[in-house]
């Protein structure tokens, strides 16, 4: 019965997405570590860690946005997860407010997965190829919006007007409004963008092949359980990591 599900399931999108949890939670840990416990640690604040870091990120959103197409029951799933996202938020906002969490990326892919079930019969008929392309031309030149300015790199190309960086609303769109802080900031523009080119490599590899590959079928079932189960371990993993780290720090 449980391979039949994981068969049903596609079980190599469950097993990279638990492959990137198992990632999540030994970054986290790291993090804990170092700015709950302030254990030293020299490596930790560098591009390699920030790399990792932007890694775990472009997998969630990459996968999230394939497995769009492929899924039922969007309307609950986005709705789950948004309230997911509020759930963090507020708990943050009590107990651990200097590290508080709006706007993260649970509360991101929420509002993904909610925004292409309008757009989806639009979004069909975009050549999946073009909307790759474009959905990464939209990350990269939007990747600095909350500095000001559309473009590449240090290239402002649009220098933007401060009236629009005003409110929480323009703050999760992406225009960040002055003396906002968020510890796990993912504003709809330039990352929902992500989600879309996962949406549209789905429908490429969908549309060349009638169905995905049989490699898609196969998985190794521990990571795939984890996948199966990452917005709950998502959720509940920091906790988790704070409280068996207090009593190994304690005891």
Same mark, same amino acid.
């Given at each position: 019965m449980e391979q039949q599900r994981l068969r049903r399931r596609y079980a190599l999108l469950? +097993?990279?997405?638990?492959? *990137?949890?198992?990632? +999540? &939670?030994?970054? !986290? *840990? &790291?993090?804990?570590? &170092?700015? @709950? $416990?302030? &254990?030293?640690?020299?490596? %930790?604040?560098?591009?390699? *860690? #920030? /790399?990792?870091?932007q890694t775990i990120?472009?997998? $969630?959103?990459?996968?999230?946005?394939?497995?769009?197409?492929?899924? =039922?029951? !969007? @309307? =609950?799933?986005?709705?789950?997860?948004?309230?997911?996202?509020?759930l963090i938020t507020a708990v943050t906002l009590v107990?651990?407010?200097?590290?508080k969490v709006v706007f993260g990326v649970l509360t991101l892919l929420g509002a993904a997965t909610l925004l292409l079930i309008p757009l989806d019969k639009i979004l069909r008929r975009v050549p999946p190829a073009a909307g790759i392309a474009a959905s990464l031309a939209v990350f990269a030149f939007c !990747?600095?919006?909350?500095?000001? %300015? /559309?473009?590449l790199g240090t290239w402002q190309?649009?220098? /933007?007007?401060?009236? @629009?960086y005003q409110g929480y609303f323009a703050t999760f769109l992406g225009f960040l409004a002055p003396g906002f802080y968020s510890s796990d900031y993912f504003p709809i523009l330039p990352w929902? #963008? @992500?989600v879309f080119c996962g949406y549209f490599a789905a429908q490429l590899a969908l549309r060349r092949t009638g169905g995905l590959p049989p490699v898609f079928r196969r998985g190794w079932a521990p990571l795939c359980f984890l996948g199966r189960h990452s917005l709950l371990i998502y959720v509940l993993h920091q906790p988790a /990591?704070?409280?068996l780290l207090w009593c190994l720090w304690h005891f």
């Open positions: 469950d +097993m990279l997405r638990g492959l *990137t949890i198992c990632s +999540m &939670v030994a970054y !986290h *840990t &790291v993090w804990d570590l &170092v700015y @709950l $416990f302030r &254990v030293p640690c020299p490596w %930790y604040p560098s591009e390699g *860690t #920030a /790399l990792w870091q990120c472009w997998s $969630f959103l990459l996968l999230s946005g394939f497995c769009w197409p492929l899924g =039922r029951r !969007h @309307l =609950r799933q986005g709705l789950l997860v948004s309230a997911c996202g509020a107990f651990n407010p200097a590290q !990747h600095n919006l909350s500095k000001g %300015y /559309l473009g190309a649009v220098i /933007l007007p401060k009236v @629009l929902a #963008a @992500l /990591l704070y409280g």
